[in-house]
């Protein structure tokens, strides 16, 4: 019984030995001889350097003031949208009323040949009075249409011109969104870019205020020299 007790009291005493071998970086508290967990120190976080934030934030400062003019030329041309609608409005009803000017013009020239001829048929039988007054009355009226279809055509000029102008007008706002589409893409690149490379990092705020002060130190010097002498 005794050489058991033993046998089972040296199986247990191996088999911790076996355990505390198995771990050769676990430390033992000396009070009570009890295996602790390893200790691991965490790596120290890494800072930009004060030319990587000066960096960072000479970025995210254009980035801001790419967007703010992109803004800006978006709200022009939102407006130049507008304008640009109403001019359309405009000319599509001067166009109407220009149709309809030509139509009349030409039902009045259809009109004066019907009267011509009716005129030439009967001025054998009138009397010279009568005749004399109608061909009078006819001329006036030749007069007339001649002055009225001058000034259709030099309105339907006019109105030609103005059609052709917001015609260029358009292709060139179309062409400024075009340029405005691609700055927006390049600015959103940019603005990714930026998250990427700077957002999550650590800084010296001390890093922060010497570039903060370096920044007022070279606005108040451009202030200065922009400053008319005195």
Known sequence: ??????????????????QVATNPNAKVDPKN???SRPVVE???????TRDELRACMDQRDANDAEAADINA?????KDNTDKLKAD?????AATTAMNARV???KTEYDAIIKANEDFKAAAPKMEKADFEAKKKELSDRQTAFE?????IIADGNALSAEKEALGNNIDKHNENYKTLDDRRENQLDKVDA????CSNKKYDENDEAVIKKERAAKAAAAAAASAPAK
């Open 194 to 197: 930026w998250k990427k490379d």
């Open 42 to 48: 965490k790596p120290k976080e890494k800072l930009m």
């Open 88 to 92: 359309r409005d405009r000319l599509e």
């Open 103 to 105: 139509q009349t013009a």
């Open 1 to 18: 019984m005794k050489r058991l007790l033993i046998a089972l009291a040296a199986l247990a005493l191996a088999t911790a030995q076996a």
């Open 33 to 35: 001889n009890k295996v």
């Open 73 to 77: 030329q978006l709200q022009a041309y």
């Open 147 to 151: 002055a009225a279809r001058e000034k």
